[in-house]
């Protein structure tokens, strides 16, 4: 999807269809929205009387198309809700609904009309973000294997109207620097939806590989001879069962700043996760191909970091394997020694993240010494349970860190909750038998044991865990549940987060 500015009024232009936003109105309201005259009078004042006839209410996710009695456009109201709780989520949300409603139904261009969705609380340049957040990321479709498809919108225009266009510099650029963000966001939602006959770990490398080459980034693979010489215990064992190798793939933004920090971005890249010798139910398994999600958010953030040039120098670190029972795979029962040293003891091979994570973490804290790691991964049942489907679970030792990456969750809407992580949870994951142990016989706190885990191999540098296993796949019954750009499949959660945090972050 293409986006554009507009100085003019949305009423003046010529695509196939205008989207305004209406507030819901309260019971005894009964004056017409002034913000909708012009609309009202170019569709033959079919908009006042379907207030008056309260036809159009403004209720969330009610969308009403109008048709222009001449056959030129139509134009569709999309409700707001209270507006009193309108912000920038409801704005995203909006602006998909409006392109899903159109889908399949002949418009190829839409315009949105910038003054009826921002307001006192929600500044233009702030909505414009939020619309074409919304437009692009409620438009997407995984069409890879698709042999048709219905038509859908190409083109989206933000009309200015007469009192936005005196911003019209600021706005062009904030609308342009979202529009280069939301493409890698698709972008890695498309690699993300790859099923697992295609997207081994190998598969993975050449998609950085790619990357590299476009956007001049240094890319550096590890296969699996180069692993075991680095001690890499962690990732060949979770990735021995399988006859795809494992991969630890690492990519480095020099960052936009001649000097400045370092930020580490690691990712979970399993594959495909049958739960190895620990065998996973077979119902919901077929999900388990996004269980890569975590390192392809990392391949994101790295392209989001050199088409933005954020000031921060960018390391990702894509940890790859498939977990699978061959002949080959570990056991519940053995110890792995990891590349820093530190051994771990087997309970459970479905507890494979946090073991693939280990080696990632402990290579990017040894050889680059980053000021900050942020990891991401699709790592516990637990934190779905906790924190529902379109939330994800932060855990971080650093508080400017931690509260830094709460403020870019708010302006992105991809929510996260900061969870505890005491010394029972640490207690919890010593091992008896090796230095600390991949799963406890609780299973209560399981999203925290997950973490003290990790905590292990980042040693004192500033680190935050991102547990994306809820926001990052939208199946089944969540979807109704969940934001409405969230679309059936991969969501690439955490791309547009940690991508807003490295250009906000201090040099």
């Known amino acids: 999807m293409r986006f554009a500015l507009d100085r003019r009024e949305a009423t003046q232009g010529t695509v196939d269809a205008i989207a305004v936003g209406l507030a819901e109105r309260a019971e005894k309201e009964d004056a017409f929205p002034r913000a909708l005259a012009r609309e009202d009078q170019a569709y033959g ?243 388990m191909k996004f269980d890569k999600s975590g390192a392809c958010a990392v391949l994101g953030v790295v392209r989001a970091a050199a088409v933005l040039k954020v000031p921060p120098r960018v390391i990702g670190v894509m940890a790859c394997a498939e977990n699978l029972p061959g002949p080959s795979a570990y056991r519940p029962g053995d110890v792995l020694r990891t590349h820093g040293g530190k051994t771990i003891e087997v309970l459970n091979t479905d507890a494979e993240g946090r073991v693939v994570l280990s080696d990632a973490l402990g290579y990017v804290v040894e050889k680059y010494h980053p000021d900050q790691v942020v990891d991401m991964a699709t790592l516990t049942g637990a934190c779905v349970v906790a924190l529902g489907p379109d939330i994800a679970g932060l855990v971080s030792n650093d508080e400017v860190l931690a509260q830094s990456l709460l403020d870019a969750s708010r302006q992105t809407g991809e929510t996260v909750w900061r969870m505890p992580l005491t010394d029972t949870h640490r207690e919890m994951v010593k091992s008896d038998v090796g230095d600390v142990r991949n799963s406890t016989e609780l299973k209560e706190g399981g999203m925290l044991t997950a973490a003290a885990f990790l905590e292990n191999f980042v040693g004192k540098t500033a680190w935050a865990h991102l547990d994306i296993a809820g926001p990052a796949i939208c199946d089944g019954p969540t979807a109704r549940y969940v934001p409405s750009y969230f679309n059936h499949g991969a969501t690439a959660f955490g791309v547009r987060l940690v991508a807003r945090y490295l250009m906000t972050t201090p040099r």
């Not at 908009?47 to 009403?64: M, N």
């Not at 998909?96 to 839409?110: C, P, Q, S, W």
């Not at 600021?170 to 280069?180: D, N, V, Y």
């Not at 790859?194 to 693979?221: C, S, Y």
């Open 45 to 287: 004042k079919f908009l006042s009387g379907a207030w008056e006839r309260r036809e159009i209410r403004g209720k969330r996710k009610e969308v009403t198309v109008f048709h222009r009695a001449d056959g030129k456009g139509r134009l569709l109201v999309v409700g707001l809700g209270p507006r009193t709780l309108v912000d920038t989520e409801t704005l995203r949300n909006a602006a998909a609904e409006v392109v899903r409603a159109l889908k399949g139904r002949g418009a190829r261009t839409l315009g949105f009309k910038l003054a009826s969705f921002a307001n006192e609380r929600i500044p233009a340049e702030t909505a414009v973000r939020a619309l074409v957040d919304g437009a692009a990321l409620g438009g997407y479709e995984f069409l890879r294997y698709k042999s048709s498809h219905e038509g859908k919108i190409e083109e989206t225009t933000v009309f200015l109207g007469e009192e936005a266009a005196r911003e019209e510099a600021p706005l062009r650029k904030a609308l342009e620097q979202e529009e280069a963000l939301v493409e890698t966001v698709l972008w890695t939602r498309d690699i993300a939806n790859v099923p697992a006959d295609t997207a081994t770990p190998e598969w993975l490398a050449e998609q950085a590989r790619g990357l590299a080459k476009e956007f001049g980034v240094k890319v550096t693979v590890f296969d699996e001879k180069k692993l075991a010489e680095m001690n890499c215990g962690g990732i060949l064992g979770v990735g021995g069962g399988s006859v795809h190798p494992p991969r630890l793939i690492v990519l480095e933004y020099g960052g936009g700043a001649r000097s400045g920090k370092t930020v580490a971005v690691v990712g979970k890249g399993i594959t495909f996760d049958s739960g190895g010798i620990s065998l996973k139910p077979a119902p919901g398994m077929s999900t």
